[in-house]
């Protein structure tokens, strides 16, 4: 993933795959795609594999404490609900 939207929760009455679900839910309401990756930093997930409403969740050390780096994994690229995919080559 190169470009994401970073998302900030801090509130302890959530559990993970709830922030993740928020983060995602906005995502797709302003961009209208599904995002199908999230990163957090490695202390969030605690050793534990972590996927919400078919987000995968992966750690990253460059992620900052309750931050979410949240967009479409480049490998699983999908398209805006409602659109057709283009073929669309960038230099």
Known sequence: MKVGLLWFDDDKRRTLP??????????????EVTPTV???HPSALEGISVQANGVDVRPAPTVLPNHFWIGVDDQKAQSPKGRKSKSRRVA
């Open 38 to 40: 999230c990163y957090v």
């Open 18 to 31: 709830e922030k993740v679900a928020r983060a995602a839910a906005y995502y797709e309401e302003k961009y």
